[in-house]
Every structure is written in C-alpha cells, then in structure tokens.
C-alpha cells in the first residue's frame, strides 16, 4: 500500500479521522479551523531541527528520533512551508501511534509502508478535516485558496478529495 493510494475503507477512513481529531483537539485547533503544526510539535514537547546540510526534498524530508527520552523531529530546510506542515504531522503521527523510531542508515529509514500511510494519512487527515475538503468541494470553493488557508499544497488538498470519494464530484465542478 502506497502512502497515498485509495481506497481506504470506511472504518479505516473513520480511524484516520479519529485520531486526526484527537491530535486537533491536543493542539487547540477547533473541528474545522487551520491546525498549527508548530504547536501541536509543542504538545509532544518535540524539539524541532534542521538539517544542517542542503539536501535535496526529495530525498529526505524528516524523521524523529529520540534524544536524551525527548523526541526531536528532523526536518530538511529546503522543503516549503506547506511540505514541511505535512511532513512535522507525519513524524508528530508517528510519535501518536507509537511506531516505532525511525533509525537512520544506508537505506534510509526502516518503515513497513502500512505505518507510513497510516502516519501520512493521519497528518493529512489532521491538517485538512473531511468535513472542511467535504465542505469547500460542495460549495465550490477553490481549492488553491482552501491549500493556502491550510497550509498545505494544492497536491495534497487533491489527495484528500481522492480519498474521500469526492474525486468525480470535484472534476465535474472543475469542468461546469
Ligand atoms: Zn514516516
């Protein structure tokens, strides 16, 4: 399973959102508000750092390790602001579900794919609620001006649609 392949079952669409809710909920974000993933980063008592070297996003983008019992997140400087947001939600989703740390070697980091979808999937959930991807589709709301009120990419926000079900609705809208 891809970290962004539909389609999930509801009950596993159901469990994303849920603890999507929970982590909402931790960092003060309201049901259908943007989420601050620097503060929900702050509720974990997670240290934040760059990557000291310029390297490429596509190769790396973050990671958590522990340091001294405290987790510290790893993030490469050179992604944008909106890539970042997913990838801290991702690494803050590992912590939440208590997958396992993520180690650092010559292969890069040691994740089964379904830990790193249900992460991936869960941060996407946190950042962009059903209710608001089901909402902005349904009123016809842009989905560049939905990506920029969210902090995440137009990519992403689309993922979201796609997983949703609401993929056809979505281009239908596009083309009327
Ligand atoms: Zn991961």
Same mark, same amino acid.
């Given at each position: #399973?891809?970290?962004?392949?539909?389609?999930?079952?509801h009950?596993?669409?159901e469990?994303?959102?849920?603890?999507?809710?929970?982590?909402?909920?931790?960092?003060?974000?309201?049901?259908?508000?943007?989420?601050d993933?620097?503060?929900l980063a702050a509720?974990?008592?997670?240290?934040?750092?760059?990557?000291?070297?310029?390297?490429?996003?596509?190769?790396f983008?973050? #990671?958590?390790?522990t340091?001294?019992?405290?987790?510290?997140?790893v993030l490469?400087?050179?992604?944008?602001?909106e890539?970042?947001?997913?990838?801290?939600?991702?690494e803050?989703?590992?912590?939440?579900? +208590?997958?396992?740390?993520?180690?650092?070697? +010559?292969q890069g980091?040691?994740?089964?794919?379904?830990?790193?979808?249900?992460?991936?999937?869960?941060?996407?959930?946190a950042?962009?609620?059903?209710?608001?991807?089901?909402k902005?589709?349904?009123?016809?709301?842009?989905?560049?001006d939905?990506?920029?009120?969210?902090?995440?990419? #137009?990519?992403?926000?689309? #993922?979201?649609?796609?997983?949703?079900?609401?993929?056809?609705h979505?281009?239908?809208?596009?083309?009327?």
């Amino acid at each position: #399973m891809a970290k962004t392949d539909p389609p999930f079952t509801h009950d596993y669409l159901e469990h994303l959102q849920r603890n999507a809710d929970t982590l909402r909920a931790r960092a003060g974000a309201g049901p259908d508000g943007p989420l601050d993933a620097f503060a929900l980063a702050a509720v974990f008592g997670a240290r934040i750092e760059y990557l000291p070297v310029e390297v490429d996003p596509s190769d790396f983008s973050g #990671m958590v390790i522990t340091r001294g019992g405290r987790p510290v997140i790893v993030l490469n400087r050179s992604m944008s602001p909106e890539r970042r947001n997913i990838t801290l939600l991702e690494e803050l989703c590992h912590l939440h579900y +208590g997958h396992p740390v993520e180690e650092w070697d +010559g292969q890069g980091r040691q994740h089964t794919n379904a830990v790193e979808s249900e992460a991936y999937q869960t941060g996407a959930a946190a950042l962009l609620p059903a209710v608001v991807v089901a909402k902005a589709v349904y009123k016809n709301r842009g989905a560049a001006d939905v990506a920029r009120e969210y902090g995440v990419s #137009m990519e992403l926000f689309e #993922m979201r649609v796609k997983v949703l079900g609401l993929w056809r609705h979505y281009q239908g809208r596009n083309a009327a």
